[in-house]
């Protein structure tokens, strides 16, 4: 019991005998980086993903069947996905989004940029 501090006096009387550490408040989130879930034919996968990657990218990186018949550039629309949870945690539509007609839950993979997590469900795997 020596060393215990039971009041602010206290601390300053025995302070000589161990140094005080001001530890500041840091937010921590251990998982920062942008889960994908994928639902292909019924069945769930999720992958980390890195912040602005799109949702093509993603799945290109983890092996996730997914058509880009225009090589990414928002011509095809075989990248179409609908979003089933998280659309607030997308980028918003952009113009060749519009141009193509995208909207409600849908998204095309190739131009929706990720923000936070979210779920998708691709037209064409
Ligand atoms: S890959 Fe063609 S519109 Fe996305």
């Not at 140094?19 to 994928?38: G, L, Q, R």
């Not at 193509?100 to 064409?124: F, N, S, Y």
Request: glycine share 8%; charged share 25%; proline share 6%.
């Amino acid at each position: 019991m020596a060393n215990v501090v039971t009041s602010m006096q206290d601390a300053g009387r025995k302070s000589r005998n161990f140094a005080v550490y001001w530890i500041p408040h840091i937010e921590y989130s251990p998982s920062s980086m942008p889960k994908i879930t994928f639902i292909l034919n019924g069945r769930e996968k999720s992958v980390d993903a890195e912040p602005d990657q799109t949702i093509l990218e993603v799945a290109q990186a983890n092996d996730i069947p997914m058509e880009n018949a225009c090589g990414g550039n928002g011509f095809c629309m075989t990248c179409k996905c609908h979003i089933r949870k998280g659309a607030e945690n997308l980028s918003p539509l952009n113009e060749r989004e519009e141009a193509m007609g995208v909207g409600g839950d849908e998204r095309l993979g190739c131009q929706a940029t990720l923000k936070g997590d979210v779920t998708v469900e691709p037209e064409a795997a």
